[in-house]
């Protein structure tokens, strides 16, 4: 398994080499408090699609703390693509991984070949139970959060899942992730997206609900949604396969 080295830090990927090598390579980016292996079953199932998946700084195997900020996560990311020498990619963001992907299509147009966005939203409030308690009562909020984020039709075991790997980063860096989407609002620059885009969101999604993907897809030219049935907030790990498909199907018409 793969590291690199962005700025002083070491930073852990996984890559999947797809069977299509002209297919364009996607940087797949986790949520809050996340790490890559909430994208394992997905990319498991993106056959010829290329795929990298990061733990950004602070989580998973990856070393540093986390950014407070998604333009800091964003300047990460592009330290990212130059430590292993991609010029373009497509950027795939899940939940704050999506504030990234839309931060990096505003800022770095030419280095964005098209834009995943799961679970996400072009403004992303935080509930102040789990901004504030993430620091005042970590191991509580956490239970929190994955009780809003997956859909009741969810087994209990990969609801327990999620909320065991969560607790694995520190209440800092959960804050420091929460503090980030709370203050993240492109809600007014989406027009100014000019790359090929596809959004996919859970019908059950309570934190970034359908409504904030309609709205991606609405505002970003020739935008494709996806919304996938019986699946919340965690949606391509509730339904790998129905996220996989959607993606593979998506990038299938984009060029590297
Ligand atoms: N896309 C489209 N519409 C959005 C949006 C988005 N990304 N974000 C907010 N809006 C809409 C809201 O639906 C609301 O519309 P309404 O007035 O018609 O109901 C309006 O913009 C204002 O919403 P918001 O900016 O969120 O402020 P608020 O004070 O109304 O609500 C919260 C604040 C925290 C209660 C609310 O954002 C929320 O429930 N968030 C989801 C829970 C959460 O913590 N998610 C974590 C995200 S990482």
């Not at 027009?191 to 505002?219: H, M, N, Q």
Request: glycine share 12%; aromatic share 6%.
């Amino acid at each position: 398994m793969p590291y690199t080295t962005v700025g002083e830090e070491r930073v852990f990927y996984t890559y999947h080499r797809g069977s299509t090598p002209q297919a364009p390579q996607v940087i797949l980016v986790h949520g809050s408090g996340g790490s890559h292996r909430l994208w394992g079953s997905t990319v498991r199932r993106l056959g010829p699609v290329a795929a990298y998946a990061i733990d950004l700084p602070g989580h998973g195997r990856s070393g540093g703390t986390g950014c407070r900020t998604v333009p800091d996560y964003a300047a990460f990311l592009l330290g990212f693509m130059e430590a292993i020498g991609l010029p373009r990619a497509v950027i795939g963001g899940h939940s704050l991984g999506g504030a990234i992907a839309l931060e990096m299509a505003l800022r770095h147009p030419q280095r964005v070949s098209g834009l995943v966005l799961v679970g996400t939203g072009a403004r992303l409030r935080v509930l102040p139970a789990i901004l504030e308690g993430t620091l005042s009562s970590f191991e509580q909020t956490v239970e929190l959060i994955c009780g809003y984020a997956y859909s009741p039709h969810t087994s209990r075991e990969l609801v327990h899942q999620g909320q065991q790997q969560m607790l694995h980063v520190t209440p800092q860096t959960l804050h420091g992730d929460f503090a980030a989407c709370n203050a993240f609002d492109v809600m007014d620059r989406l027009e100014e997206i000019r790359c090929p885009t596809l959004v996919v969101c859970g019908t059950d999604d309570v934190l970034t609900p359908p409504k904030y993907s309609s709205f991606l897809a609405e505002r970003i030219e020739g935008a494709r949604l996806e919304i996938i049935e019986r699946a919340g907030h965690m949606v391509m790990i509730e339904n790998p396969g129905r996220v996989a498909q959607a993606i593979t199907e998506a990038l299938a018409n984009w060029q590297p």
